[in-house]
């Protein structure tokens, strides 16, 4: 199983991203898709999830800037990421859920300038 993630970079305060992970190995269907950040000296929390049928769920930090979505024929889970904060600065994951199987992703680090 492989769970590609991309899309990471450097923004000032204000912009955007788009950041992608590509499943591989997996039906990619039958998951529950989610991103996932860990900011340094911090845990990992939960930014979105999107269900197999399109249900998302934000978290607080996310919701009105962030948008989750994803392609079930290409294998792949987007999150749109508008008006980036310095404090969204973290290193930001993709996961596979299924019935208590997950996988994770590499991690796509996203740096917001102030």
């Known amino acids: 199983v492989q769970l590609q993630a991309s899309g990471g970079g450097l923004v000032q305060a204000g912009g955007s991203l788009r950041l992608s992970c590509a499943a591989s190995g997996i039906i990619f269907s039958f998951y529950i898709m989610g991103w996932y950040r860990q900011a340094s000296g911090k845990q990992r929390e939960l930014v979105a999830t999107?269900?197999?049928?399109?249900?998302?769920n934000y978290a607080d930090s996310a919701k009105g800037r962030f948008t989750i979505s994803r392609d079930n024929a290409g294998s792949t889970v987007y999150l749109q990421m508008n008006s980036l904060k310095p404090e969204d600065t973290a290193v930001y994951y993709c996961r596979a859920l299924r019935h208590g199987i997950n996988y994770w992703g590499q991690g796509t680090v996203v740096t917001v300038s102030s």
């Open positions: 999107i269900a197999s049928g399109g249900d998302t």
